[in-house]
Nanobody
């Protein structure tokens, strides 16, 4: 059985930084891409970032490009989201999800429970 556990969320002031981690246990598929998503209250879920299996390809939403960095350590089955220059509009529950394939365009498969990020103004 596959489990994803996000951690690293919290309360931070505008301009601050946080690093989220997504620890994956089990084996979703032979090689899998990972995505980070977020959902603010009363808003649609938003794609934030994605990374392919090897880490050679990443993609970001325009709203976080240049501020967030996704990375992964396959030896630790962990994916990270470094978030810098945080803004109040980044406040949301952040989720990670594995994808069915190795590319960032694969469908989402397994989800974590989420971690709250709150950015105060």
């Amino acid at each position: 059985q596959v489990h994803l556990v996000e951690s690293g969320g919290g309360l931070v002031q505008t301009g601050g930084s946080l690093r989220l981690s997504c620890a994956i246990s089990g084996r979703p598929s032979s090689d899998y891409a990972i995505g980070w998503f977020r959902q603010a209250p009363e808003k649609e879920r938003e794609n934030v970032a994605a990374i392919n299996w090897s880490g050679s390809r990443t993609d970001y939403s325009d709203s976080v490009k240049g501020r967030f960095t996704i990375s992964r350590d396959n030896s630790k089955n962990t994916v990270y989201l470094q978030m810098n220059s945080l803004k109040p509009e980044d406040t949301a529950v952040y989720y990670c999800a594995t994808k069915t394939g190795s590319t960032i365009y694969s469908a989402n498969e397994y989800w974590g429970q989420g971690t709250q990020v709150t950015v105060s103004s």
